[in-house]
């Protein structure tokens, strides 16, 4: 089984921003589809943003233009960068990798945005 292990979460004000990564185990990492997930107080677990095995990127409408998904096969390390963050981003952040043998989430990072 694939281990997560993300990093970079904590408060920030609005306007602000941060960077999350997420590191996974195994050998075969550049083959693996990786997403960002997140999940705020009562609501449901929700797709911000994916990064397919070749680099094709996707968004949640909510974060287009403000947040950055991108990889690094080497460091076996996806990463979300997020600019221009709003309240409205407060949630815990899991990330999540998959092939068609396995399919796996981290433990998840909290995200606050407040004053």
């Known amino acids: 089984q694939v281990q997560l292990v993300e990093s970079g979460g904590g408060l920030v004000q609005p306007g602000g921003s941060l960077s999350l990564s997420c590191t996974a185990s195994g050998s075969s990492f550049s083959s693996y589809f990786m997403a960002w997930y997140r999940q705020a107080p009562g609501k449901q677990r929700q797709l911000v943003a994916s990064?397919?095995?070749?680099?094709?990127?996707n968004y949640a409408d909510s974060v287009k233009g403000r947040f950055t998904i991108s990889r690094d096969n080497v460091k076996n390390t996806v990463y979300l960068q997020m600019n221009s963050l709003k309240p409205e981003d407060t949630a815990v952040y899991y990330c999540f990798a998959n092939s068609p043998n396995f399919a796996s989430w981290g433990q998840g990072t909290q995200v606050t945005v407040s004053s």
């Open positions: 990064i397919t095995r070749r680099g094709s990127t």
